[in-house]
């Protein structure tokens, strides 16, 4: 399967173009409209987000709420455009000053502003920042929702959390199932399952916001019911975990990302490490813990996937840093545009997209796909397979 987005953030609407998805699938906009909506929510979200009521329109690709196989077309329309018609339509201004109202010429550390400027000759960085903007994951929340669909169906389920804000560390993280632990996200302002620390993280985000600063913290996702050996160890880019790293370091404003016990493996004996191997008749082969993350070798262990995911603050400050003007070379404060203060719940839910993303795709690539039906029955096939190993 393959995706592209388009859209600007103020511009008229974002567009993903789907295309691989095996034909027989159950898809409505209400299932991909579930996950518009949980990314616009959390606690430390601008105003932006009260403008807009993400919904998806599907055009293409879906019949009767079944996939064709055809490409499948979503929209999401941008309703804040309605203010910047003048400054984001795509037909040359008809009052040529409004283009220059909103011209941005001071570049903002830590944003993409000053590098995708110098790269594509910008003299305005509004024309960098519109795409760079984070708006465009709502389009990739949109497109992780048909990988989840196909998910669903071989009974493989993603869900997230957000484990630390600004500081604050979430301590109890014991969910007895992936369906408490989505419960209970749900209910938080911040996507914390522990209640002492997410309010906690919701006086950090106060805090930064009193400062007209921002904070950033780690999300993580976790994945059950993947069969084993999904991915390879063959070669470099058929590799699982690799591919995945690179979908949550593609997410805006993400540094880093690991697996299982991740960095702490650094300073772990390997006994302490590594996941001893267990058999019974039933079961097949498993293992006596996850400290890998669901990964050796580039492929599924069949334990659930858990990967983590670092956001840096968001680079928009209210309380700008210094910078220089393109135009004039003067230092200035860096460009003031309206941001939230935190977004890392809304990035948990960007994560687990496209992460059931990449998982969606190696496993279409991996089985027989043409039809919803014939996939269910190949992924079946492969873990009576691994059970009777
Ligand atoms: C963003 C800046 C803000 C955020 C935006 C990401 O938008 P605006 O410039 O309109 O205030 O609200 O996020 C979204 C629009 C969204 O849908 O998540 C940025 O600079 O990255």
Same mark, same amino acid.
């Given at each position: 399967?393959?995706?592209?987005?388009? &859209? #600007?953030?103020?511009?008229?609407?974002?567009?993903?173009?789907?295309?691989?998805?095996?034909?027989?699938?159950?898809?409505?906009?209400?299932?991909?409209?579930?996950?518009? =909506?949980?990314?616009?929510k959390g606690y430390g979200r601008g105003r932006r987000m009260q403008i807009e009521k993400d919904t998806v329109e599907i055009t293409s690709g879906v019949r009767h709420g079944k996939t064709l196989a055809s490409p499948i077309a979503l929209i999401i329309k941008n309703d804040d455009f309605k203010h910047w018609t003048g400054i984001m339509g795509t037909e040359e201004p008809v009052d040529g000053n409004q283009e220059i109202k909103r011209k941005v010429t001071k570049p903002r550390p830590g944003h993409a502003d000053l590098n995708g400027a110098i790269k594509y000759h910008h003299r305005d960085m509004r024309n960098v920042l519109e795409r760079s903007s984070a708006r465009e994951t709502a389009a990739r929340v949109a497109v992780g929702a048909v990988a989840k669909k196909i998910l669903a169906e071989l009974d493989i389920h993603v869900a997230s959390h957000v484990t630390e804000i600004g500081g604050v560390t979430a301590e109890q993280t014991n969910y007895t199932s992936l369906k408490e632990l989505q419960e209970k996200t749900e209910q938080s302002p911040v996507r914390c399952f522990d209640e002492v620390a997410g309010a906690k993280m919701m006086k950090a985000i106060d805090y930064a916001k009193e400062n007209g600063d921002s904070i950033g913290g780690i999300v993580e996702v976790i994945v059950e019911g993947v069969p084993a050996g999904l991915g390879s160890y063959v070669h470099y880019d058929r590799k699982l975990?690799?591919?995945?790293?690179?979908?949550?370091?593609?997410?805006? =404003?993400?540094?880093?990302? #690991?697996? &299982?016990?991740?960095?702490?493996?650094?300073? !772990?004996?390997?006994?302490?490490?590594?996941? #001893?191997?267990?058999?019974? !008749?039933?079961?097949?082969?498993?293992?006596?813990?996850?400290?890998? &993350?669901?990964? #050796?070798g580039g492929m599924t262990t069949g334990m659930p996937i858990v990967v983590r995911g670092v956001m840096k603050p968001i680079p928009t400050l209210y309380k700008p840093l210094e910078s220089i003007d393109i135009e004039t070379k003067e230092l200035y404060k860096a460009s003031i545009e309206r941001s939230d203060s935190c977004a890392v719940p809304a990035a948990a839910v960007v994560a687990e997209a496209v992460v059931a993303w990449e998982i969606a795709s190696s496993i279409v690539e991996e089985f027989h796909s043409d039809h919803i039906e014939a996939l269910r029955a190949d992924v079946e096939r492969c873990r009576q397979q691994a059970r009777d190993f």
């Open positions: 399967m393959r995706y592209l987005t388009a &859209g #600007e953030s103020h511009g008229p609407q974002l567009t993903a173009i789907v295309e691989g998805v095996p034909s027989g699938l159950s898809l409505t906009a209400d299932n991909i409209n579930q996950d518009l =909506a949980r990314r616009q975990d690799a591919k995945i790293a690179a979908a949550i370091v593609s997410i805006n =404003a993400f540094k880093g990302v #690991e697996f &299982g016990i991740g960095f702490d493996a650094a300073h !772990e004996f390997g006994s302490n490490v590594h996941d #001893e191997i267990t058999w019974s !008749e039933k079961q097949g082969f498993s293992r006596k813990s996850n400290r890998a &993350g669901g990964f #050796e």
